[in-house]
């Protein structure tokens, strides 16, 4: 009797130590944490700082001390240092890497942001680091003339660019959506484009975009998913100083 007693008791316990081995492994997500966005190409001067900040969030599973997810940020130019590179913790959790550059040469790098935890594979985000010269937004500070061309309509209007930091360029009633819109235009001195990350930019405006400039003159495409009158609509702004 007492044989079969802990032979059975001897079950349990390793029925029950198994049960509590076996946990679901966190998943996650890893975004921008400025537009909840997957990751872009970011744009460093080469003589400054630049803030890019990693969303982790939690999404289910496992969260215990053995589940932290760690980033790992690799490519770095030289002469560019982040701090920090690697960042270790349990979602949700914002990573804050901040570039500082001096003398750095000016280019496009590629560059990974790679995250892992203790089980699983890892995920692998790859993006171009933009090395650009001497601010070169200062071209369009001050009234601007604008020509709307959407699928639908066609809007002359008027905007305003002002400094957003160097190389980048803030343009409030962008598009004609209104003065409570300030979209921001980063612009690459090295190659005389221009980028808009999908964002929210005010006055129920969502846009996201690209384009080229010169000493005078913007030209810029962009895709709306939503304007103030609703709906969303693709379009090319022309801006001249």
């Known amino acids: 009797m007492n044989r079969v007693f802990l032979s059975l008791l001897a079950v349990s316990f390793l029925v029950l130590s198994c049960g509590k081995s076996v946990k679901p492994p966190v998943s996650y997500s890893v975004t921008n944490d400025v537009n909840d966005s997957t990751f ?24 215990g001390q053995d589940d932290k997810v760690t980033l790992i940020l690799t490519g770095i130019p030289a002469h560019v240092k982040v701090t920090p590179d690697t960042f270790i ?29 203790n089980i699983g594979l890892p995920q692998v985000y790859n993006f171009n680091i933009h ?15 604008g020509t709307n061309l959407c699928t639908t309509r066609s809007l002359p209007h008027t905007a305003t660019g002002s400094s957003g930091g160097t190389n980048v360029l803030m343009i409030n009633n962008f598009g004609g959506y209104g003065v409570n819109c300030n979209v921001k235009v980063d612009l690459n001195c090295n190659n005389d484009s221009l980028h808009i990350a999908n964002a929210f930019y005010g006055n129920g405006v969502v846009l996201q975009g690209s ?19 609703g709906g969303g609509e693709s379009c090319t702004v022309t801006y001249t100083r």
Do not use: H, R
């Open 89 to 117: 913790s349990t979602p949700t959790f914002t990573a804050d890497m901040v570039f500082k550059s001096d003398t750095a040469v000016q280019g496009t790098y590629p560059a990974t942001l790679t995250s892992y935890t």
């Open 131 to 145: 090395i650009i010269p001497a601010d070169c937004a200062a071209l369009f500070w001050g009234g601007l003339t």
């Open 211 to 229: 384009g080229i400039f010169n000493a005078t003159t913007m030209i810029i495409n962009y895709t709306a998913s939503s304007i103030p009158t």
């Open 40 to 63: 872009e190409d970011i744009f460093i001067p080469d003589n400054g700082t630049y803030d890019m900040k990693v969303l982790v969030k939690f999404l289910n599973g496992w969260q």
